[in-house]
């Protein structure tokens, strides 16, 4: 704690006096102030006894009186020498100015009785002591005080000294001198002894109140300084709701708390309610607590709230203190629980549904490939079948987009060329049919990344679609897909890797900094109801981030966004495309080869059946695990391979597997699955299970994969990892 001196003068004062006694113990204690008094004791004597010395000399030199002129020196001397002893401690110091002023109390009452001022000096020593000492150094002066008037009344008392006989009194008694010097004495005696004492325990009182003051003066500083530096905002409120005092340590969202402004100035709405905290019920004698939130630079800033009435010494409710704790981190946290707990809803129901979905989609694709070749030579009927083909495609991709969302499986990456991304998802919105819509299409034909093509696919719509409804009054759309040369560091090009920027541009309402900030977030849409999931950007955002990119945007109010896609990107193919699918035709030698195909949907196992037989497959199906068990059970060597579902209702595709295992060890196992699931992604989780297709599986693929493990069966090689 430090002190602010009233003027510049007290500050001087005290430096003089620190400097002449240094200060002992902590600043305002006991030992503090004898130091000081002791010090403005020395300065006093030092400055106010050059001036009495002076004339007493004088007259002491004019009436030959050389002992006076002696003791004066020496005694004067002496002052100045404790004056500036500053390395002596205190205590010897105050000893050495009791012994100066007893010295000079015997001295002229010894010399001149109670004519001079020697008891003066002699009433002072234990008054002295008291002050610059303690109480047990008042008792050893008065004793000692008490010895040299005794001493002094018996030397008077035989006619020892140079007064004894003269007219000091004018009692007309015998050995009146004697006499004189005896009550003269009792009363110094008594004087002395009263003011020593009085003096000593005024001392000590003081010393007591002023080390009481001080603790509580510092625990009040602790407890200041605590709400001063703590994070909670700490307020005190007069009673016309006037912020008097805020804690300089309170870290609030939107600036700092002026004092003198209105509570009501700070925006609080409680949480239940939506009105203002109810200050005025501390006013009343009634604390008041609750959650309130407040809205600043657009963001919703969460409080728990503790208002409590502050009373003075008498019970008077002077204040209202005004406690804030800022929650916004734990509601954000909160948030995210729910989010997730929200997407594991999602990923449960998905995950229950695209079983079904895939099946769906299964028939239609195998169905649809067997059509294009039987109707090959008409160019009508294959354009048809192709967006059939696209359609159950994107419905493929959908479902592994909101699988892999929810679940977080990654699906397999192939170059993948932009042009034809943004030419396939502008031919699926509605965008190029508004003409109130300006398009604006720039894409670099050597554009390409590594992704998985509907994954891109769909970051594309989304952004799009996006774009597009910001414009409700038309505007212009530009899409650019252009590549950035990457310089290694030295300012080389070669052997840098390049990196994609596919911009989606808008002239549309556009948004402002809050919206900017929570565009990503799951959940959140600015889109009204049954317009938007708020699950778009997010999965955008995602895919991005797990292809080793990043978005960038650049919004205002009322002039349009821009989002910067940035992608790694990859060499273009040598012939310009992407690899080759699997040819339709199985590895020579595969023909006649036996096929038990186990699913329990009709539609799939009708449509799988076709394509297998016209690829030259002798096929067995069942609709059961159970019965596909007994078909295995009666003859093991009259099936090559099993071609099994995965979510089956009797026993899953892998616990048919197990079965097969036991039956017959060397048989291998093909699983298909409508879902995406690290149990069934997972590589080596069954040494029976060869590979693992997805639903709806594209039938060359599937040709492919049956032929490729059958040649590996009957050449013996090692299975090659499932899922692959």
């Known amino acids: 704690m430090t002190e602010s001196p009233r003027n510049p003068w007290q500050a001087r004062a005290g430096r003089w006096l620190a400097w002449v006694v240094p200060d002992e113990g902590a600043r305002g204690s006991e030992q503090w102030w ?104 008042a008792f050893i002066a008065l004793v000692l005080t008490t010895l040299a008037t005794i001493g002094i009344g018996v ?41 020593a004492l009085g003096t000593a325990f005024l001392a000590r009182g003081l010393a007591t109140e002023a080390e009481a003051r001080r603790s509580a003066e510092g625990e009040l500083l602790l407890i200041g300084r605590a709400l001063e530096q703590g994070d909670d905002l700490v307020l005190l409120v007069t009673p016309d709701g006037t912020i008097s005092r805020v804690n300089a340590g309170a870290r609030t969202p939107g600036g700092a708390v002026q004092v003198g402004t209105p509570l009501a100035a700070l925006g609080l709405r409680c949480e239940e309610d939506g009105a203002p905290p109810r200050w005025q019920d501390a006013f009343a004698g009634r604390p008041w607590s609750g959650p309130c939130t407040r809205e600043v630079a657009g963001e919703r800033v969460h409080y728990a709230v503790n208002i409590s009435p502050v009373r003075d010494a008498g019970g008077t409710i002077t204040h ?46 195998a169905n649809a490939a067997e059509l294009r070749q039987r109707l090959a030579a008409d160019p009508e009927a294959a354009a048809v079948l192709e967006d059939i083909e696209a359609s ?59 992704a998985d093509p509907a994954e891109l696919h769909h970051v594309v719509v989304n952004l799009v679609t996006n774009a597009w409804h910001a414009m409700p009054a038309g505007g212009t759309l530009t899409i650019r897909a252009t590549l950035e040369p990457a310089v290694a560091p030295g300012g080389d090009a070669a052997g840098a890797a390049a990196t994609l920027l596919l911009t989606v541009a808008d002239t549309g309402i556009g948004m402002d900094e809050a919206t900017q900030r929570r565009m990503f977030v799951p959940f959140f849409t600015t889109k009204g109801p049954g317009r938007g999931t708020g699950l778009g950007l997010s999965t955008v955002h995602g895919t991005v981030s797990a292809l080793g990119g990043t978005i960038d945007v650049r919004s205002a109010p009322g002039k349009g966004t821009t989002l910067v896609v940035r992608l790694p990107a990859i060499p273009a193919p040598a012939d310009g495309v992407a690899s080759a699918p699997a040819p339709t035709t199985h590895p020579a030698g595969a023909a006649g080869a036996r096929v038990l195909l186990v699913d329990d949907e009709d539609a799939v196992r009708r449509a799988v059946s076709r394509l297998l037989a016209r690829a030259g497959y002798a096929v067995t199906a069942a609709a059961r695990p159970r019965e596909a068990l007994d078909l295995l059970h009666a003859n093991p060597a009259a099936i090559d391979l099993v071609l099994t579902d995965f979510t089956m209702p009797e026993m899953t595709g892998i616990a048919l597997a197990a079965e097969v295992r036991r039956l017959a060890p060397a048989l291998p196992v093909i699983l298909m699955t409508g879902l995406v699931d690290e149990e069934v992604m997972g590589d080596g989780r069954s040494p029976q299970i060869r590979r693992v297709l997805q639903k709806p599986t594209d039938p060359r693929e599937l040709i492919a994969t049956v032929g490729a493990v059958l040649e590996e069966s009957r050449a013996g090689a090692p299975p090659v990892p499932s899922g692959r």
């Open 155 to 195: 030397a008077a008392a035989y006619g020892a000294l140079p007064w004894a006989g003269g007219p000091v009194s004018p009692l007309p008694l015998p050995g009146s001198a004697a006499a004189v010097w005896t009550i003269i004495g009792t009363n110094l005696i008594l004087l002395g002894g009263l003011g």
């Open 320 to 365: 209202a203190l005004a406690v804030f704790r800022d929650l916004t981190r734990q509601h954000a946290l909160e948030d995210r629980l729910l989010t997730s707990a929200k997407l594991e809803a999602v990923g449960t129901m998905v995950g229950g549904i695209a079983h079904d979905f895939n099946n769906v989609l299964q028939p239609i694709v």
């Open 34 to 137: 004898r130091g000081r008094i002791l010090a403005a004791m020395l300065l006093t004597c030092a400055i106010a006894g050059f001036l009495v010395a002076v004339p007493n000399v004088r007259l002491a030199v004019v009436n030959r009186a050389w002992s006076v002129v002696l003791v004066d020196a020496v005694v004067y001397a002496s002052i100045i020498g404790l004056l500036l002893a500053r390395g002596v401690s205190r205590v010897v110091r105050a000893w050495g100015m009791l012994a100066l002023c007893l010295a000079l109390g015997i001295f002229f009452s010894w010399g001149w009785g109670g004519l001079a001022a020697g008891p003066l000096w002699l009433i002072a020593v234990p008054v002295i002591a008291g002050v610059l000492l303690e109480v047990r150094a």
């Open 392 to 450: 159950a495609g994107r419905g493929r991709g959908l479902v592994r987009r909101i699988l892999t969302f929810s679940r977080g499986v990654q699906m397999p990456r192939v170059p993948t060329a932009i042009a034809g991304v943004v030419t396939e998802a502008l031919r699926l919105t509605d965008v190029r049919r508004d003409p109130s819509i300006r398009l604006v299409v720039e894409t670099a034909p050597d554009a390409w990344v590594l």
